[in-house]
């Protein structure tokens, strides 16, 4: 195994750090070391700004088949706190946030048992009559892979037809940790992880720019950590489809697993940023999800390596329900004034990261 003085030539000259490596800057305590070698990868790719957008999450429905351990946001139908939204109602709030400045509504949703595959393609198909400016940011590879079982359509089929209602990109949730370990003790109902790079890999070819997220800081090690940043790093060699890595620290006010977990830190949090911005060196953007980071992590973050702030968001609820206790929504005054007083430069971007505008 190599020694850890050995990464920072490595990074300084541009090379591809091995897992190996990545394991041991993990098991590393020298976290501003760590920092100092992301900013310098990030300096590279990003110079000084930092991205983000107007954005509104809208989920259709928190009704699911799958109860995963970690999930506070899913209910059983008839459960008190169950919902799914009408049509009208998705209409109107995409209606909203176009008017307000958004350039994108993010919609993620539960498997709903009842639904059938046509009411998501009249979702998207909904939003894009409503609001036509708004570029369409929806559906993680668990739901791709429900509304294939539920229509008998293969992945592919799925995929166009979502694209020929509306869908303009997918987010990267619903990988967790990419180890089956791992998976069989936080959701073993979900699709398996080779089921989720699949996935993803037929989007990316159908056109499809997707992010990629890893939840972190419930019962996977920092070996897990590697093997999935490691699965994405491959993919990406292959694809060059994802835009985006989120690391997504967990929520266990109100999980399942919240009785043996206590959730992670802010020196976790700024480490597992820092190394996935040095690990995944063909990953152009790493983002700090202020939603369940907080708003003082992520704006830390941005000297560790960060160079996007995801966006507005407005209404956030699965880590709220969750627990997170960042606020719902930030404004875009208040994400610039973040940026700038991190001495960096904020960059409005649509969901593709073409800039709008420099601030």
């Known amino acids: 195994m190599s020694d850890f003085k ?5 990074v300084i000259a541009n090379q591809r750090i091995s897992p190996e490596e990545a394991l041991l800057l993990f098991e590393s305590n020298d976290l501003l070391a760590i920092g100092e070698l992301a900013a310098l990868a990030n300096q590279r790719k ?4 930092v991205f983000f957008n107007v954005n509104r999450h809208i989920n259709p429905t928190n009704i699911c088949v799958n109860r995963c351990a970690f999930c506070a ?3 059983t139908a008839g459960e ?14 995409a209606r909203v946030a176009q008017a307000e400045g958004a350039t994108e509504v993010h919609m993620v949703g539960g498997l709903h048992p009842d639904l059938a595959f046509e009411y998501y393609e009249e979702v998207l198909a909904t939003v894009r009559r409503a609001a036509p400016n708004l570029h369409i940011k929806a559906f993680t590879a668990v739901e791709v892979d429900y509304f294939s079982r539920i229509s008998g359509l293969s992945i592919e089929q799925v995929l166009e037809r979502l694209k020929s209602a509306g869908l303009g990109s997918m987010p990267g949730g619903g990988a967790e940790i990419l180890v089956e370990e791992v998976r069989q003790r936080i959701c073993p109902e979900k699709i398996s992880s080779q089921r989720w790079l699949e996935i993803i890999r037929l989007a990316h070819r159908a056109g499809l720019k997707t992010n990629a997220t890893m939840l972190y800081g419930h019962v996977e090690t920092y070996a897990d950590r590697v093997a999935h940043m490691a ?11 994802f835009q985006a890595f989120i690391p997504l620290a967990f929520q266990p ?6 009785l043996d977990i206590k959730g992670t830190s802010g020196l976790d949090d700024l480490k597992t940023l820092a190394i996935g911005r040095i690990f995944l060196d063909n990953f152009d953007h790493v983002k700090a999800y202020w939603v369940m980071l907080g708003e003082k992590i ?3 973050a941005l000297a ?9 968001v407005v209404e956030e609820k699965i880590g709220h329900d969750a627990g997170a206790q960042s606020p719902q929504s930030l404004t875009k005054d208040g994400i610039i004034r973040l940026i700038k007083k991190a001495g960096k430069v904020p960059v409005e971007r649509d969901t593709l990261y073409h800039a709008i505008r420099s601030y």
């Open 80 to 93: 008190e706190g169950a919902y799914t939204l009408a049509l009208e109602e998705i209409c109107r709030r």
């Open 253 to 258: 006010e109100n999980s399942d697993l919240r």
């Open 46 to 49: 990003n110079g000084g700004s």
């Open 304 to 312: 560790f390596g960060v160079n996007d702030l995801d966006g507005t």
């Open 73 to 75: 946001f899913s209910k």
């Open 298 to 300: 992520a704006q830390v």
């Open 231 to 241: 699965m994405l790093r491959d993919l990406q060699d292959e694809t060059r489809g």
């Open 6 to 10: 050995s990464i920072a030539p490595k």
